[in-house]
T-cell receptor, first 114, second 113 residues
Framework: DVKVTQSSRYLVKRTGEKVFLECVQDMDHENMFWYRQDPGLGLRLIYFSYDVKMKEKGDIPEGYSVSREKKERFSLILESASTNQTSMYLC?????????????FGEGSRLTVL | AQSVTQLDSQVPVFEEAPVELRCNYSSSVSVYLFWYVQYPNQGLQLLLKYLSGSTLVESINGFEAEFNKSQTSFHLRKPSVHISDTAEYFCAVSETGGFKTIFGAGTRLFVKA
């Protein structure tokens, strides 16, 4: 089975802490994405990457950064967590020879910032 | 710019009744259209997609959606729902050849016994 794996399903952090969310895919996809999911707002794109070491801002990049040192791994970093970053974070990938934009998602990481 | 509107935030329905979840989109270019489903405490998974060709697409579990270009809609339907269909459903649009996918706000489907 193809897979996108997110390292932590649930995290609780304190305001001001640095937070790392890791995502690994085994499909050799070029494109990887980080979304944030909040009730009533759907999914909002934080950052995406279309190649190793490449990154592009999505719709809500403020307060976040990303790292893609290897093709299979895409990390989301909260430099100084704040309570308004409490949310569900979803990693996804897409790609292949006939890329249609279909996204493959991880299980999600639910972050609570106290 | 693209946008996706899901017209209902919640849809309660009795088991074995038909259901329609509505989705409208706007885009100035040609698009691919998707419905994703999210079961409780899980990530999203693809339910069905329209890329080209026949405007009616079907999933393996009885859902179908019809691409209507003139009305810019991609409504999801099922003639008879099951309790196990209770989930949140997301309509999504991506530009052909593009990287980004835009999602609607989601529709929570509650199937009652």
């Amino acid at each position: 089975d193809v897979k996108v794996t997110q390292s932590s399903r649930y995290l609780v952090k304190r305001t001001g802490e640095k937070v790392f969310l890791e995502c690994v895919q085994d499909m050799d996809h070029e494109n990887m994405f980080w979304y944030r999911q909040d009730p009533g707002l759907g999914l909002r794109l934080i950052y995406f990457s279309y190649d190793v070491k490449m990154k592009e801002k999505g719709d809500i990049p403020e307060g976040y950064s990303v790292s893609r040192e290897k093709k299979e791994r895409f990390s989301l970093i909260l430099e100084s967590a704040s309570t308004n970053q409490t949310s569900m974070y979803l990693c996804a990938s897409s790609g292949g020879v006939r890329n249609t934009g279909e996204l493959f998602f991880g299980e999600g990481s639910r972050l609570t910032v106290l | 710019a693209q946008s996706v509107t899901q017209l209902d935030s919640q849809v309660p329905v009795f088991e074995e009744a038909p259901v329609e979840l509505r989705c409208n989109y706007s885009s100035s270019v040609s698009v691919y259209l998707f419905w994703y489903v999210q079961y409780p405490n899980q990530g999203l998974q693809l339910l069905l997609k329209y890329l080209s060709g026949s405007t009616l697409v079907e999933s393996i579990n009885g859902f179908e959606a019809e691409f209507n270009k003139s009305q810019t809609s991609f409504h999801l339907r099922k003639p008879s729902v099951h309790i196990s269909d209770t989930a949140e459903y997301f309509c999504a649009v991506s530009e052909t050849g593009g990287f980004k996918t835009i999602f609607g706000a989601g529709t929570r489907l509650f199937v009652k016994a």
